[in-house]
């Protein structure tokens, strides 16, 4: 039977830290692959194993993945892919910030810098309020940048 699947694919660097007026600060660097530079992918398969085969899709596209898991979440089929950083140069690849105005076909990177108290992901500064508003996908039910981002980190 063919499912529709939200794929979401992402690059998570190491944290980096800082010190500052506000304490010891982790910034955290997440890239992820999306559609227009605003939407993530949907794929339609009805094969049995929906990891390997977007895994094999992305390789001959030179991007290389660390690990794979399927996830059911609110109705809707998740494919969560992390791309090997030491395999696949990102640099090389389309930017968001490179996309023509309208654009909704290219393919491209968009980094998203997430900064937290040090030692935590879940005591954000400032940016988690606007990724709770910032809707990645928005069929049946929306997925925001802010439930991404918990789930990579």
Same mark, same amino acid.
């Given at each position: 039977?063919?499912?529709?699947?939200?794929?979401?694919?992402?690059?998570?660097?190491?944290?980096?830290?800082?010190?500052?007026?506000?304490?010891?600060?982790? %910034?955290?660097?997440?890239?992820?692959?999306?559609?227009?530079?605003?939407?993530?992918?949907?794929? /339609?398969?009805?094969? #049995?194993?929906?990891?390997?085969?977007?895994?094999?899709?992305?390789?001959?596209?030179?991007?290389?993945?660390?690990?794979?898991?399927?996830?059911? $979440?609110?109705?809707?089929?998740?494919? $969560?892919?992390?791309?090997?950083?030491?395999?696949?140069?990102?640099?090389?690849?389309?930017?968001?910030? /490179?996309?023509?105005?309208? /654009?909704?076909?290219?393919?491209? $990177?968009?980094?998203? %810098?997430?900064?937290?108290?040090?030692?935590?992901?879940?005591?954000?500064?400032?940016?988690?309020? #606007?990724?709770?508003?910032?809707?990645?996908?928005?069929?049946?039910?929306?997925?925001?940048? /802010?439930?991404? %981002?918990?789930?990579?980190?």
């Amino acid at each position: 039977m063919k499912q529709t699947y939200i794929c979401i694919v992402y690059v998570k660097h190491p944290a980096r830290q800082f010190s500052g007026i506000l304490g010891e600060i982790d %910034l955290y660097k997440v890239q992820i692959l999306l559609v227009g530079g605003k939407q993530l992918i949907e794929e /339609d398969y009805s094969g #049995s194993d929906p990891i390997k085969w977007y895994k094999d899709v992305l390789e001959e596209q030179d991007i290389f993945i660390r690990q794979g898991k399927q996830q059911k $979440w609110k109705g809707q089929h998740i494919l $969560w892919m992390e791309v090997d950083i030491e395999k696949t140069p990102i640099h090389e690849f389309t930017s968001s910030k /490179d996309l023509q105005d309208g /654009d909704t076909e290219t393919l491209a $990177w968009k980094a998203f %810098l997430y900064p937290c108290h040090s030692g935590t992901t879940k005591e954000c500064l400032g940016f988690a309020v #606007s990724a709770r508003e910032t809707a990645l996908q928005a069929i049946k039910q929306p997925i925001y940048l /802010d439930t991404v %981002l918990q789930a990579i980190l």
